[in-house]
């Protein structure tokens, strides 16, 4: 079963900063927060991950308040390039005991417009 | 750079058939999974390996198996296609090694298969 829930679209403009928050109640201590871009007829791609406070990368950044039951993934600038489904996982990714963390919701499908 | 591999992009066939998917990772990676992903639903875990010869199920198995001889290697399975198998597949691999470390998954292209 899914563990997280975040909106199923958002619009916005080239140039614009664009934040997507996720919502994770249950999250546990063990558990990592991890994002993923998906184009069109490819494999989903890894983005961000974090564990608590602040992550930045050259991609984007990533906010997680003290008490870690949401996120927000944050893209600076955005272009019609950015135009893509944006998945939100938590878990430890382990799987030798179950699928924690490898469950993939429907993602939030980001559009770019000009 | 970590490449996950399938066997087809496109692959057409039909209803009763036995399909294999095939998916080669190149780094070594001991856990491999096989999702299938349809317009609405998101991706779905059909399966999982983390080990040789080792698998274990996910949200969606029923209809499918799995087969590891090699840990390159981790091939789906359907026994009997059927038109509800039309789908996105798509297979990944990582490098968790235990409990509290959190890894990046590294997918194939995926394969989309027509049930007709």
């Known amino acids: 079963l899914a563990k997280t829930t975040q909106p199923i679209s958002m619009d916005s403009y080239e140039g614009q900063e664009v934040n997507i928050t996720c919502s994770h109640n249950?999250?546990?201590?063990?558990?990592?927060i991890t994002w993923y871009q998906q184009f069109p007829s490819q494999g989903p791609r890894f983005i961000i991950q974090?564990?608590?406070t602040k992550v930045t990368n050259e991609v984007a950044s990533l906010f997680i308040p003290a008490d870690r039951k949401s996120s927000t993934l944050s893209l600076p600038r955005v272009s019609l390039s950015d135009t893509a489904v944006y998945y939100c996982?938590?878990?430890?990714?382990?799987?030798?005991?179950?699928?924690?963390?490898?469950?993939f919701g429907k993602g939030t499908h980001l559009i770019i417009q000009p | 750079d970590v490449k996950v591999t399938q066997s087809s992009r496109y692959l057409v066939k039909r209803t009763g058939e036995k399909v294999f998917l095939e998916c080669v990772q190149d780094m070594d990676h001991e856990n491999m999974f096989w999702y299938r992903q349809d317009p609405g639903l998101g991706l779905r875990l059909i399966y999982f390996?983390?080990?040789?010869?080792?698998?274990e199920k996910g949200d969606i198995p029923e209809g499918y198996s799995v087969s590891r001889e090699k840990k390159e290697r981790f091939s789906l399975i359907l026994e009997s296609a059927s038109t509800n198998q039309t789908s996105m597949y798509l297979c990944?691999?990582?490098?968790?090694?235990?409990?509290?470390?959190?890894?990046?998954?590294?997918f194939g292209p995926g394969t989309r298969l027509t049930v007709t």
């Open positions: 974090g564990y608590k």
């Open positions: 990944a691999s990582n490098r968790c090694r235990g409990p509290g470390l959190a890894c990046e998954q590294y």
């Open positions: 249950n999250i546990a201590t063990n558990d990592y």
């Open positions: 996982l938590v878990g430890d990714g382990y799987s030798g005991g179950g699928a924690d963390g490898l469950t």
């Open positions: 390996s983390y080990d040789v010869k080792m698998k």
